[in-house]
């Protein structure tokens, strides 16, 4: 068990997860869970659209067990020599349970945003995995939900809700932050 802070950061696509990460990312190292969905399309020779990330995401689950994605991500932060750390991405009680097994200090954060307030942030956004219509959008909630991550959210040490100013959710994060190091 090591004495590392390790804060998970958990929401819904387009919930405002990468301004958090932004955020963090000035003090801390981020580790992106997503990024080893990504990397295993990239090994089974997949384009990263919506449709293959997931289909990968949920096969690798059913091959190595839900909390597969938090195994392969606990090296990165037992290795990263800040005593502080970033997990964007968390997505299962079965990873909080994973990181909790690993880190005595780990925080979960949620951040939530209505379905109307992420797709317009999704839509605009334009990355090459985001959903170009409601229907590819609701799929993809589907998909994120059949996880665990609705658990994940509901079950988390703090919530924010982003449907306002960002530089409200900065404030709500760096507060949080301030608690988390014994600063607040």
Not at 14 to 35: H, N, Q, R
Not at 98 to 113: S, T
Request: charge should be positive; aromatic fraction near 4%.
């Amino acid at each position: 068990m090591h004495a590392k802070i390790v804060i998970g950061i958990a929401g819904m696509p387009g919930s405002g997860k990468a301004t958090a990460e932004k955020v963090f990312k000035k003090k801390y190292p981020i580790i992106v869970m997503g990024d080893k969905v990504r990397e295993e399309a990239r090994k089974r020779n997949l384009q990263p659209t919506p449709e293959n990330l997931g289909k990968v995401m949920l096969q690798i689950r059913n091959e190595q067990g839900p909390a597969v994605l938090a195994k392969r991500c606990i090296p990165k932060i037992e290795a990263a020599t800040s005593g502080v750390v970033v997990v964007d991405g968390v997505r299962s009680l079965e990873e909080v349970d994973e990181y909790r097994k690993a880190f005595r200090n780990f925080v979960l954060i949620a951040i939530h945003a209505s379905p109307t307030t992420r797709f317009r942030r999704l839509l605009a956004r334009k990355r090459t995995d985001d959903p170009k219509n409601w229907e590819d959008f609701v799929a993809r909630d589907k998909r994120e939900l059949s996880v665990g991550l609705g658990n994940v959210v509901a079950t988390s040490d703090h919530m924010i809700i982003n449907e306002g100013r960002k530089d409200h959710m900065i404030r709500e994060l760096n507060e949080i932050l301030r608690e988390c190091l014994g600063n607040g």
